[in-house]
């Protein structure tokens, strides 16, 4: 977790930032007049532009996020989703106005709705990757106005200028002295094409990998059951595991690939002894549990890093059920993706209705054809982006089978360990609700057609399968072809549930149809929703800067940052992402009164007290690109996205912050000591991207 200062010649550019407005906005939307920490007109606002001969009229529609449980909001097959809120001035009176989407090639047209003068929030919601909004006047059936999704401004660029000017093959391998031959080649995607500049470049940083031929094989993740006042021997050491016929070593809690499940009580409390017996120094920290400040495992904060051969305790107490998750907090790039990773779950839920559960741990590696590539010793390799696996894991396998009944209802725990990957999970054919995130239950269960769990994020779903068959758990995204604009289907199915013909024995049908409420949440956030309408009291700008780039990565990274996509589902960059490096990209938490960053922020909060923050994601970052949050050892609620109120409550410890977006949280300061706040994809985290805070 090495931390970068800024060079001086970023200096004068920096003191910008130290004089900033006194206040925060209450809610800002993306169509409002634009402020520094508003969400990003330019992403998420079209101005719509008269037709030929048309005066006197004048529009906007924002493209808002439609009401549902997570921060961005796509169909089962990736398309995002937006809610068009359309504001018109100078329509004649006596006339009728609709609304209408089509794509650019105008082979579809879709109906939005009636629109007039003023603001009409329409119900029916755009999915198109690409498309443009117009508006038509009737009876006459002429468009007046018209505009295009900022997605549109995606095109190829010129490849005669990548091919002159000093960005051949050979300028570009040059840049990276003496490094080329260490690492193997990254694997590419398939159908994208990369410049003969770019498949020149590599990593300015040694290859790491562990090595020992004689390390025991890795065991599946066993189940343990911790009782009150229990011990439990926690050991980290490496482990030879199997992928693509050939064998390698990694990373394991207890020698089980993933770590073992933690089962217990909430309100009970147990010792770990854990002992390090890898070459590097480690901790463990739990993730999402409101501990006692000492036990959190991030070294220089709240303990020092064990080193290899030593053991520390931790005294673990659980206020809170649900599902959590345990991992290092030292080069987390390293040791988690190496597997060092494992489920706590705490019981103590109510309502649970269903008919068996199951505790699925996602997770994805990047392999090469000789095997997994290597990771950077001196600093992260795939700053910019993160590092995106190609073998995609449950619960440490490339497969993951189910059998069930017909008509039974299945509880799924879903954690996402991946280093950068944010997944949209659904089940074909099945029903799905969710029930709970990260630290308890919604307010209300809701319908959803897939999950979106970005890094680190946990949910609660119940799927209903109710005809007999097959039914496949895919991962299904829009990937983006940065060099050629353009979108396309990726499909991951990572396991299947076999659905037997004999029907379930107990039929929970009546039960799972219905949406029920959680009491006790709702108790507990109703006072809390009067800061809908507060002013936060804080805010973070997400933002980075960079160094010493390879020109190749520079020119093609301006031309990708004339649009940014809510999420970056994969590794669509996979060369330059691959070869920027924590030397050369420092990722950015910025305090919006104060200009510091980082580690300097110091925030000092009182106990008792609740903190209402802003976390702005920069649009005008060199690339920008979706970051989970998280925030140690407290509780917070989503109370809005792009200025748009949550409807429905939930307590988290991480949230996904979409580019160009803002996101206003409620920190709920109940817990005392220092705590770490950081993005928790991996290599942003190792290039820099935490601060710290005091509860006192």
């Known amino acids: ?38 969400p990003s007109h330019d992403l998420y606002c079209i101005e719509l532009v008269p037709a030929p001969g048309v005066t006197g009229v004048s529009g906007r529609v924002e493209l808002s996020k439609p009401p549902g449980p997570f921060t961005v909001a796509v169909r089962a097959d990736g398309r995002s989703r937006y809610v068009p809120v359309v504001s018109l001035s100078g329509l004649s009176a006596g006339h009728r106005y609709t609304a209408w989407v089509a794509r650019p ?86 159908g994208l094409t ?22 025991p094989r890795a ?39 993933p770590g073992p499940l933690l089962e217990a009580a909430r309100g009970a409390e147990i010792v770990v002894l854990f002992t390090n017996s890898l070459d590097d120094s480690s901790t463990v920290h739990w993730h999402g549990i409101r501990l006692d400040n000492p036990f959190d495992g991030v070294p220089g904060l709240t303990q020092r890093a064990v080193a290899p051969g030593e053991t520390f305790i931790y005294h673990l107490r659980f206020p809170d059920a649900g599902i959590y998750w345990y991992h290092p907090h030292v080069r987390e790039d390293i040791q988690q993706e190496l597997g ?47 590092r995106f696996g190609n073998v995609l894991l449950v619960n440490g396998e490339p497969t993951y089978q189910l059998a069930v009944r017909r008509g039974e209802v299945v509880r799924f725990y879903l954690t996402n360990a991946s280093n950068t990957r944010t997944w949209n999970l659904s089940f074909t054919g099945a029903r799905m609700k969710v029930v709970a ?79 029920r409420s959680d009491s006790t949440t709702i108790r507990e956030v109703a006072p809390l929703r009067r800061y809908l309408t507060a002013a936060p009291e804080k805010a973070l700008v997400l933002t980075l800067e960079t160094e010493d780039l390879p020109f ?78 998280h925030l140690h050892g407290q509780r917070f609620v989503v109370l809005a996205v792009n200025g748009v109120p949550s409807e429905n409550l939930v307590w988290k410890d991480t949230v996904l912050v979409p580019a160009g977006s803002t996101v206003d949280i409620l920190l709920e300061a109940s817990n005392p000591g220092h705590w770490m706040l950081h993005c928790h ?15 006192n």
């Open 1 to 38: 977790m090495s931390l970068f200062t800024a060079a001086p010649h970023r200096i004068a550019g920096l003191l910008l930032f130290l004089v900033v407005p006194a206040g925060i906005s209450v809610a800002q939307r993306p169509c409002d007049p634009q402020a520094a920490l508003g």
């Open 105 to 190: 090639q105008m082979d579809s047209v879709i109906t939005l709705g009636p629109v007039k003068n003023g603001t009409v929030t329409l119900t029916r919601e755009i999915d198109f990757d690409k498309f443009t909004v117009l508006i038509s006047e009737e009876p006459s059936g002429r468009y007046i106005l018209r505009g295009q999704s900022p997605s549109t401004r995606l095109f190829p660029p010129d490849l005669l200028e990548f091919s002159i000017g000093g960005m051949g093959l050979s300028d570009t391998a040059a840049h990276h002295h003496g490094t080329a031959s260490a690492w193997p080649m990254v694997p590419m995607p398939q």
């Open 194 to 215: 990369m410049l003969p500049a770019e498949m020149a470049l590599r990593p300015e940083v040694s290859p790491y990998l562990p090595s020992d031929s004689t390390a």
């Open 219 to 257: 065991r599946p993740g066993s189940k343990l059951r911790l009782e009150d006042g229990d011990t439990l021997r926690l050991e980290a050491a490496v482990v030879r595991r199997a992928f693509k016929g050939q064998s390698y070593t990694m990373y394991a809690f207890n020698g089980q690939y």
């Open 340 to 386: 060092l990773y494992g489920n706590l779950l705490i019981r103590g839920l109510t309502g649970a209705d269903v008919n068996r559960e199951e505790i699925l741990i996602l997770d994805d590696l990047l392999v090469g054809d000789s095997g997994p590539i290597p990771l950077g010793r001196e600093a992260p390799t795939h700053a910019l982006m993160g």
């Open 437 to 515: 995130s990260d630290v308890g239950p919604f307010e209300r269960e809701a319908w959803v057609e897939s999950v979106v769990i970005g890094p680190a994020e946990r949910y609660i779903v119940d799927v209903r399968f109710a005809n007999s068959g097959a039914s496949a758990f895919v991962n299904r995204v829009q990937g983006l072809d940065h060099l050629y604009g353009r979108f396309f289907s990726e499909i991951d199915t990572l396991g299947t549930v076999a659905i037997a013909t004999l029907p379930v024995s107990r039929d929970l049908g009546v039960t799972f149809s219905r949406l």
């Open 552 to 629: 190749v990565t520079q020119r093609l990274m301006q031309l990708d940052s004339i649009y940014f996509a809510p999420v970056e589902w994969s590794g669509t960059m996979p060369m330059m992402n691959w070869a920027s490096t924590g030397k050369q990209v420092r990722w950015i938490l910025r305090d919006h009164a104060t200009g510091r960053e980082n580690t300097a922020v110091d925030w000092r909060l009182e106990r008792g007290s609740h903190v209402k923050i802003r976390l702005v994601n920069e649009r005008r970052a060199f690339h920008g690109m979706q970051h989970p949050m």
């Open 681 to 695: 994809i991996a290599e942003h985290l190792s290039a820099g991207m935490m601060t710290h805070f005091t509860v």
